[in-house]
T-cell receptor, first 113, second 117 residues
């Protein structure tokens, strides 16, 4: 079955620090990977997605993620975080059917000013 | 574009009553909408897939008679929590697939906080 795991439950960084959030997947079909962000009090938004091609994917707000097939990983990175990046981040893969998404447990990122 | 709204944003109801939550795609058509439940500090758990013009598909462990889903049009799906109990208190989130976009592209509503007293 498709599954995704996020290792970090809560990450605390100071502004300007670099960020890397881990995501590992277990998926037998064509790999499609997503990162979503949920800012406090707001709805989930798509940060970036990987379907095929260049394994380094650039998303919105300076985020990027690298698909490493040999490691079954799709880690989210940002070179320099800002206070406004404080949010919950979810990695996701296709679910039981092609139309669904299965989410990881989420990582709460707190950026200290 | 691609905005999904939910109404109400918060609702408090008494145990035993029913509550209806609406999910609307505002600027696109959605043959498929999804209903999720999110517990504090946890991930989104898919409850059911709502299909326009047909019955919803429920995930294992989700009671279809308790969580009634109706997808009446290409822009509206409703979730009714029947005979609500305090353990139904949660954050309910819907998402919608754009008919004209890729299979996995989902747009999320802002969520509905349900509190059952």
């Amino acid at each position: 079955a498709q599954s995704v795991s996020q290792h970090n439950h809560h990450v605390i960084l100071s502004e300007a620090a670099s960020l890397e959030l881990g995501c590992n997947y277990s998926y037998g079909g064509t790999v499609n990977l997503f990162w979503y962000v949920q800012y406090p009090g707001q709805h989930l938004q798509l940060l970036l997605k990987y379907f095929s091609g260049d394994p380094l994917v650039k998303g919105i707000k300076g985020f990027e993620a690298e698909f490493i097939k040999s490691k079954f990983s799709f880690n989210l990175r940002k070179p320099s975080v800002q206070w406004s990046d404080t949010a919950e981040y979810f990695c996701a893969v296709p679910g039981r059917t092609a139309r669904q998404l299965t989410f990881g447990s989420g990582t709460q990122l707190t950026v200290l000013p | 574009g691609a905005v999904v709204s939910q109404h109400p944003s918060r609702v408090i109801c008494k145990s035993g009553t029913s509550v209806k939550i609406e999910c609307r795609s505002l600027d696109f058509q959605a043959t498929t909408m999804f209903w999720y439940r999110q517990f504090p500090k946890q991930s989104l758990m898919l409850m059911a897939t709502s299909n326009e013009g047909s019955k919803a598909t429920y995930e294992q462990g989700v009671e279809k008679d308790k969580f009634l889903i109706n997808h009446a049009s290409l822009t509206l799906s409703t979730l009714t929590v029947t005979s609500a109990h305090p353990e139904d208190s949660s954050f309910y989130i819907c998402s919608a697939r754009d008919l004209n976009r890729g299979s996995y592209e989902q747009y999320f509503g802002p969520g509905t906080r349900l509190t059952v007293t």
